[in-house]
């Protein structure tokens, strides 16, 4: 991975750390559905309107219909499922929840993309959930797991959010990644308008305007930016290097969700983010280190 997509990719994750509190706070005006409908649907609107100077062919055949499918299971099935379980545990515990991320879609990536998991890589794996076990503080005496059921819920999200990258990445040697993004948006939106679309407006048309700045936040920096950075990256690089930068969304959501919400900070939050930032550098690959040393060595 080349050092600039990976500070890209580290700022990135940073922002979509920040997504999780914003769905704890989106809970009093939207349920699950409507955030997901007014999230993509912003976002697919806007790519819309900037079609004509989109790079790269549309997908066609095959890969249209890849297109439709994967935006139905990423937009309409993972938000849904991550959304509720979110509202109904807490922030924090999705942002530790959200170490696992990384291993489904590395082992999703070695299993259909015939991507070699490393010995560094499983090392930095291994960390990161080091670190997310860390920072939930399993030997407290109070410490107990969220509610089985938002557990599921946001564990089987990412089972959903893995299909971008594994069935995505096959397609950007044919075709444009904003436009596939695009296509992808819109076969999402038109699903989940149809499953609560009245709901959606009903509410929409009741929410104050800092609600509505919240949702242009997750639509046009966590979706549009960070859905097509993210092709970008895995378009050169292999999806399993990509993946292990996820850990640093439960460092980051974790201090959010006590900045934002209130919620409780402990000191396991801290040794766990180290523990987090130490598996990030065990497992990049060699390649990059040696890269990063070189572009150091030119600094003046």
């Known amino acids: 991975m080349k050092p600039l997509h990976l500070m890209m990719l580290i700022v990135m994750n940073c922002l979509w750390a920040v997504s999780y509190s914003a769905f704890k706070a989106l809970s009093p005006w939207l349920h699950a559905g409507g955030v997901a409908t007014l999230r993509f649907g912003l976002a697919g609107a806007f790519l819309l309107l900037c079609w004509p100077w989109l ?82 503080e399993v030997w407290r005496p109070g410490f107990r797991l969220p509610a089985l059921t938002a557990n599921v819920w946001i564990l089987l999200s990412f089972f959903c959010e893995a299909a971008y990258s594994l069935m995505g990445k096959p397609m950007l040697e044919r075709a444009g990644l904003f436009k596939i993004l695009a296509l992808a948006l819109l076969a999402g939106t038109v699903v989940n308008l149809w499953v609560d679309g009245r709901t959606t407006i009903q509410a929409a048309a009741a929410m104050p305007p800092r609600v509505w700045l919240v949702l242009v936040y997750l639509s046009l920096i966590c ?16 999806v399993n290097v990509a993946a292990l930068t996820i850990f640093i969304q439960p460092v980051v959501g974790a201090a959010v969700a006590v900045a934002w919400l209130g919620e409780s900070l402990y000191w396991g939050q801290l040794w766990g983010s180290l523990v987090i930032v130490a598996g990030l550098v065990v497992g990049l690959p060699k390649a990059f280190h040696r890269n990063l040393r070189q572009t150091n060595s030119t600094i003046p």
């Open 55 to 136: 790079p790269g062919l549309a997908p066609r055949g095959r890969d249209l219909v890849r297109s439709v499918v994967m935006g139905v299971i990423v937009f309409v099935f993972a938000p849904r499922l991550q959304v509720a379980g979110v509202q109904l545990g807490r922030a924090t515990d999705a942002s530790v929840l959200m170490a696992l991320d990384p291993l489904v879609t590395s082992v999703g990536a070695a299993i259909f993309l015939r991507e070699p998991i490393r010995p560094r890589r499983w090392m930095g794996f291994l960390l990161g959930l080091a670190g997310a076990v860390l920072m939930a």
């Open 223 to 238: 979706t549009v930016a960070g859905y097509s950075l993210w092709f970008a990256v895995i378009r050169e690089a292999e």
